[in-house]
């Protein structure tokens, strides 16, 4: 067996997956991404495919599969089960009218003025994604990163220490998004190591990570790798995860969740909103009521983004603000509420209407709820306020 011990942080992490640990004894997680359901003959296994899955997979070129655990979750007769529909490859791939071309260099602006390494994407002024993986526990045929992770067509260098040399020199800089590829496929050790060189840096007040691996792979939260989330820090670790439906939670994802609350991580969800998955009134209603159940706060909704390839999942732009005011807001807990927004090469851009307010004029404003009922509110201009009293 390889021994990964004294292996540098710069090897290309893109080509590891940890198949054993130290004690040559492999961990459930470890056996799962050994075994990988990316084969027509192991998909068989699971479902009863249709000549239109099979003729799809026979001619695409991308990656695809998953883990058997979530493999498992599929319906095996029905080819628009949701958690099916995010596995197998469909021959719409080949379509492309809305998807921009080398998309990820676009949005990530990759190809601007400021020099970054390639494991650096960035947005924003005070935050950056760092970028240490291409692989996954899914390949979800909705990735807008397909270019990187999906189709392998756009190759970056993934260089940690040189993306951690240029964070500690950018010090406008106070939070950071690790991410892939699926950054927790990493071994224990090399995750503790980023973290670890990301604390040292005196300007990063915070740490995310995003990862599908607490609903594709719960096994991955292991007693190790609770140690190296885990303890009181003044730099905190937040967990955004991705789940599309509720048939994709199940009591391991559960146990997974309680494993991270308990050694100090809060795990919110991304959910992307997806023809035929989600965009209909219950699924929608009732994944983000059972997200709430097993403690996953709904943290976004984000509507697909122009990547190529996936435009058979595209929705109407209202569809999310409808469904929010139709299934959530006053219907269900506040808490269930996401907010509905685009991730752009500007930054993620909410595409909520304000439905609420049905009229208003110089003295009130006209509200009205969920139910259709109305109410009103004065209607306060900024002059007014100066003249108070108390003032």
């Known amino acids: 067996m390889q021994d ?36 027509l003959e192991e998909l068989k296994k699971y479902i009863n ?17 998953t883990t058997p655990y979530f493999a498992s979750l599929m319906d095996p007769n029905n080819s628009n089960c949701p958690v099916r529909k995010q596995v197998v490859p469909s021959i719409h791939e080949q379509n492309n009218l809305y998807g921009i071309e080398n998309y990820l260099v ?30 996954c526990g899914i390949y979800c045929r909705h990735c807008f990163r397909k270019e990187l992770v999906v189709d392998k067509s756009l190759q970056l260098r993934f260089d940690v220490d040189e993306g951690l040399e240029w964070i500690r020199e950018h010090t406008e800089l106070r939070e950071v998004l690790v991410t892939g590829g699926d950054p927790l496929l990493l071994s224990d050790e090399k995750i503790d190591y980023i973290i670890c060189k990301l604390r040292e840096i005196p300007h990063i007040e915070m ?3 995003g990862s599908r691996l607490p609903i594709v792979l719960p096994h991955r939260i292991t007693k190790g790798l609770q140690r190296v989330l885990g303890r009181y820090h003044k730099v905190p670790i937040w967990l955004n995860t991705q789940c599309n439906h509720a048939n994709e939670i199940t009591e391991k994802t559960a146990e997974s969740v309680w494993a991270l609350l308990t050694c100090g991580v809060n795990v919110g969800n991304q959910a992307v909103l ?20 097993i403690r ?10 122009p990547a190529p390839g996936i435009d058979h999942f595209r929705t109407p732009v209202e569809k999310g603000a409808e469904l929010i005011r139709d299934t959530i807001r006053g219907h269900t807990s506040g808490l269930a509420q996401p907010m509905y927004v685009i991730a752009t090469k500007i930054g993620k851009i909410p595409l ?23 109410t009103t509110i004065p209607n306060i201009h900024e002059d007014e306020t100066a003249d108070s009293p108390l003032h």
Do not use: C
């Open 4 to 39: 990964l011990r004294n292996q540098p942080i710069n090897t290309p992490l893109a080509e590891e997956v940890v198949k054993y640990n130290y004690a040559d004894k492999m961990e459930e997680w470890q056996y799962q991404m050994s075994n990988q359901v990316n084969t």
């Open 49 to 65: 495919i249709t000549p239109g899955e099979e003729k799809a997979i026979e001619e695409t070129t991308a990656r695809w599969g």
């Open 106 to 135: 676009y949005k990530e602006n990759r190809s601007g003025d400021e020099e970054r390494p390639d494991t650096i994407a960035r947005q924003y002024r005070d935050r950056i994604a760092f970028t240490v993986v291409n692989k």
């Open 207 to 209: 740490i995310r990570f």
């Open 274 to 293: 997806l023809k035929g998955i989600n965009d209909d009134k219950k699924s929608f209603k009732e994944l983000h009521q059972k997200l709430l159940n």
């Open 296 to 305: 996953i706060r709904p943290y976004y909704v984000f509507y697909l983004e």
């Open 352 to 374: 909520m209407p304000d439905y609420y307010i049905v009229e208003k004029d110089e003295e009130k404003y006209t509200l009205q709820n969920y139910r259709g009922e109305i």
